[in-house]
């Protein structure tokens, strides 16, 4: 019984962003774990695990774009189609606005502000909104939403210089409204039998912003464990939540920080 607790393999899953730099990872995961997926993105990267899961017709790539509501239901539409239902949904995909001046505060246009805020919380709503008919038809399933250590403290500006990382404030707006969204979604559609938890995530560097080396010592400083992220060290936390180890979760956000908001 325990040793099945954290099996996909009756798992059916859209993961957006999927093909991200987070989201490779967890792609490859769930895979792993024997679950049925769909990689909801505009691109898509491949290797040869990911090339035999196409074969096997475990793993389908759809071009979605999550700012637009009629390619997110449609996306929804070919993965119900080619899978015959919805067990999961990981709101990995976001997008951001405002960078150099136009990311400070003082000097953020109106329009900026919409759109760094709808890329983080935004692209969530839609694709919990479109998939609940899905989730309905299945029996219920579970959502993971992306959020992040940004949407629960504030960033310290000392330690960005010239980085070029500098994390502008609709993005940790957008980001805390996705917690809030997340017990929204874990209230009101319980009835349906779906949960809804999320996870933030603290300082997972790309390899481009990686190569700055002063700006990844400050990083790690800040952090408990000191010392940043790696990819694969998401994947324990979505596993659980998408799995049945989680039958009992709802409503929380999980930090996934190496301690940053912990001290």
């Given amino acids: 019984m325990y040793t099945e607790l954290f099996s996909l393999q009756q798992k059916s899953i859209v993961i957006t962003g999927g093909s991200g730099y987070l989201g490779s990872a967890l792609t490859e995961a769930m895979l792993a774990f ?17 090339e035999a899961a ?13 700012s637009d509501t009629a390619s997110i ?9 080619a899978s015959g239902r919805l067990n999961v949904l990981v709101n ?22 919409q759109k760094g805020v ?16 899905h989730f309905r038809e299945s029996g219920g399933g ?6 992040s250590m940004y949407g629960v403290v504030s960033p310290d500006p000392s330690i960005y210089g010239d980085s070029g990382a ?30 809804c938890n999320s996870v933030s995530p603290g300082p997972f560097p ?26 694969e060290e998401m994947t324990g936390v979505v596993i659980m939540l998408a799995s049945d180890a989680s039958s009992y979760m709802t409503g929380s956000n999980l930090m996934v920080d190496g301690g940053w908001t912990a001290w």
Wanted: hydrophobic share 40%.
């Fill in 118 to 133: 709808d890329g983080a919380a935004g692209t969530a709503f839609r694709c919990i909104r479109e998939a609940i008919p």
């Fill in 54 to 66: 196409i074969q096997e017709g475990r793993l389908r790539n759809i071009v979605c774009d999550v």
């Fill in 166 to 195: 500098n994390n502008p404030p609709n993005y940790g707006v957008g980001k805390a409204g996705v917690v809030q969204l997340t017990r929204y979604c874990a209230a009101h559609l319980a009835k349906y039998g779906i949960r």
């Fill in 34 to 50: 024997g679950a049925d997926v769909t990689v909801a993105d505009l691109t898509f990267r491949t290797n040869a695990a990911l």
């Fill in 92 to 113: 990995c995909a976001t997008y951001g606005a405002g960078y150099g001046k136009g990311a400070e505060l003082e000097f953020m246009t109106d329009e900026v502000w």
């Fill in 206 to 231: 790309n390899t481009v912003i990686g190569q700055n080396e002063d700006f990844i010592e400050k990083l790690q400083a800040k952090t408990m464990l000191g010392r940043v992220g790696k990819p």
């Fill in 73 to 81: 239901r449609n996306m929804m539409q070919m993965h119900f189609a």
């Fill in 142 to 147: 579970s959502i993971i939403n992306f959020a």
